[in-house]
């Protein structure tokens, strides 16, 4: 494997990557570096294969990171706990492991030199084209991973997604096929409708008192209020105080002395080499080829270019980046020590290789002034100092809050005001109190602690620096509504509903009437409704009740005479539709391009049914444990 790493990322890059991947696979308990005792509990186990609790917190905190990145705050915080993300992220690894099971037992595998360059090419571990040792570093270690588990985990999802594909990719479409379904999407029909407006109509209904009481006597357990509730609370955040904190110049001086006594000042070199592999005859040649045109005077850059066996450098002059005295190799470091800048060395020899070695700049790296860091250093001192008040007062605001009388007098121990807002619901929370926008705030508010119990809520966490306390101001439960509260919709309800039944007999005349053979062109004009009719018409067609067009297209086809409908649209109008003739999609006039979309099309919503329809019987058939607790559950 290394060889072939070797082989093919030559140079100074391949080292530090061999060197990467190496160390950590050779080293004992390499886990232990990174996560301390490797022992983890077990979530789960498919078919013999345990998924650890370690394999499950990582996987909900990579789908925290996709959510949390893809909607930022438009998802409440709730959406991102565990307990909300653990259901579907078991799902995911179960359904991973029983892929990479099944891919496995089928002898499909990725080789490790095929891993490794995955591993380099990865753009998330390359700095300016070139792959970079610390960012894979950093990289897999923000993952929650050794490099070790991460090569690991790459592998099982080459496999994973080596196996979906395999089954994706066997699915194929015939032109019959495609002859149907554009025969069955590119349908037109050709119908008629008239229109019952309903209008003003509820209006004009009149309701007796008998029939609203009688209305309400057989309703009255469904016309129920809605639990309201008012809050006092007391929000404690970072941010707030802050604003109120000095800092004196003799602090931020203090502090500036100190940055400057422990900051190490350092000397930077930016290099480039020419790198020849070998000591054979032809590797001496490039070698005694590079010193002359170097003596000469020729460009470093295009002989690297031209000569340099470090392919990952060669085309950008065989620049290496910036080195601090331990970047490269000892001997390189050296070389590069005595060189000035734009100098370049004579041939040097480093395992096994020949470098020609040049240094780009050197750049002295020195203390910052005063001026620059003064408004970072106070203000680091203001946050720093904020942060301490922050922690006095959360233990300050929970001793006192709980079973205080009110929070006004806590408030006032912290030297702030307690926030009262008026009557919420749980649907209208976040319109009355930006803090109600947080679910969190809503369910103490609502909850028994504070509803019932009257005390204050539990210290609630909203963020790493916010906290907040809810205490109950007045509480409205969940009662019957009275008849007058409750008239005004019923008259309504009774209204739409006799409105509804007059239009319903007027359609039931006109039914009627084109049963027994009328025309509905001719019986428009006769009963002074208004008609449409469409020709040719499509399922996108516009200007056609969107309900009444989908209705319209799963109508039977007519034979000898036309074929009726009639239904309340979603704004209470009454339609009745007469479907004339229904037209094929034509399949003739299809050119190639058109063709293949429809093949690409109809292939992936099938192969996706086909692909989800396997999961699902894989599943069924496996042997699956969900650990919760100390209890497992089988399925």
């Known amino acids: 494997m290394l060889q072939g790493m070797r082989n093919k990322t030559k140079g100074l890059t391949a080292v530090f990557l061999i ?75 179960v359904q991973r492991t029983l892929m990479i099971n099944i891919a496995e037992k089928g002898d499909m595998t990725f080789s490790d030199t095929e891993i490794d360059k995955t591993i380099v090419d990865l753009p998330i571990f390359q700095l300016e084209g070139n792959f970079d040792q610390q960012r894979f570093l950093q990289g897999v270690r923000n993952l929650g991973h050794t490099p070790a588990s991460f090569r690991t985990l790459l592998k099982n999802d080459l496999l994973a997604n080596q196996m979906q594909n395999a089954i994706v990719a066997s699915d194929f479409i015939t032109d019959k096929e495609i002859d149907s379904v554009v025969s069955l999407s590119r349908q037109t029909r050709d119908f008629s409708y008239v229109t019952l407006p309903l209008g003003e109509l509820p209006q004009e209904m009149t309701v007796s008192d008998e029939e609203i009481s009688t209305r309400y006597d057989l309703n009255k357990n469904q016309y129920l209020s809605t639990e309201e509730v008012a809050i006092e609370y007391i929000e404690l955040n970072v941010a707030s105080i802050e604003k109120d904190i000095t800092i004196t110049d003799e602090a931020i001086q203090q502090q500036y002395d100190s940055i400057v006594a422990s900051y190490n000042a350092t000397t930077q070199r930016e290099a480039a080499h020419i790198m020849i592999e070998g000591d054979n ?109 922050f922690i006095l007062d959360l233990q300050t605001l929970e001793e006192l809050a709980y079973n205080a009388e009110n929070l006004d007098e806590v408030a006032a121990e912290l030297g702030i005001s307690a926030i009262k807002t008026g009557l919420f619901t749980r649907d209208n929370a976040a319109t009355v109190d930006t803090i109600l926008q947080d679910s969190r705030v809503v369910d103490a508010a609502f909850s028994e602690q504070v509803v019932q119990e009257k005390h204050s809520s539990d210290l609630l966490s909203l963020s790493s620096d916010k906290s907040v306390v809810v205490k109950l101001l007045e ?88 074929v009726l409908l009639e239904r309340h649209l979603d704004n209470g109008d009454y339609v009745i539709a007469s479907l004339s003739q229904v037209t094929s999609g034509n399949t003739e006039g299809l050119t190639e391009e058109e063709r293949a979309s429809f093949r690409s099309s109809l292939s992936s919503g099938i192969s996706g049914d086909e692909y989800r329809a396997w999961q699902a019987q894989l599943e069924a058939e496996a042997d699956i444990n969900i650990y919760r607790s100390q209890n497992a559950a089988v399925y």
């Open 475 to 562: 509480h409205k439960p969940v009662r019957t509504l009275t008849l007058d509260e409750k008239r005004g919709d019923i008259v309504a309800e009774l209204q739409l509903e006799k409105a509804k039944a007059q239009i319903a007999e007027q359609a039931r005349a006109l039914r009627e009437a084109l049963e027994t053979g009328t025309d509905i062109t001719t019986l428009a004009e006769e009963k002074g409704v208004a008609i449409s009719t469409q020709k040719e018409a499509q399922r996108n067609t516009t200007g056609v009740p969107e309900e009444l067009l989908a209705s319209v297209f799963e109508m039977s086809h007519p034979t000898d005479s036309p």
């Open 19 to 93: 060197g990467l991947l190496t160390i950590p696979l050779a080293l004992v308990g390499v886990e232990n570096l990174f996560y301390g005792s490797s022992t983890v509990g077990e979530a789960a186990e498919v078919d013999g294969t345990i998924i650890t609790e370690r394999d499950v917190q990582l996987a909900i905190s990579r789908e925290r990171q996709r959510l949390q990145s893809q909607f930022g705050e438009n998802l409440p915080a709730d959406f991102f706990t565990d307990e909300r993300l653990r259901e579907s992220v078991m799902s995911s690894l």
């Open 281 to 389: 005859e032809a590797a001496q040649q490039k070698i005694i080829s590079v010193k002359e045109q170097l003596a000469s005077g020729a460009d470093f850059s295009a002989l690297a270019s031209e000569y340099s066996d470090d392919f990952g450098t060669r085309d950008n002059g065989g620049n290496l980046g910036v080195s601090a005295g331990d970047g490269f190799p000892e001997a390189f470091e050296e070389a590069l020590l005595s060189l000035t800048e734009g100098q370049v060395s004579e041939a040097v020899e480093i395992d096994g290789a020949t470098h020609f070695i040049k240094l780009i700049a050197l750049t002295e790296k020195t203390a910052p002034t005063f001026d620059s860091q003064k408004i970072k250093i106070e203000s680091e001192l203001k946050r720093a100092q904020a942060e301490e008040q």
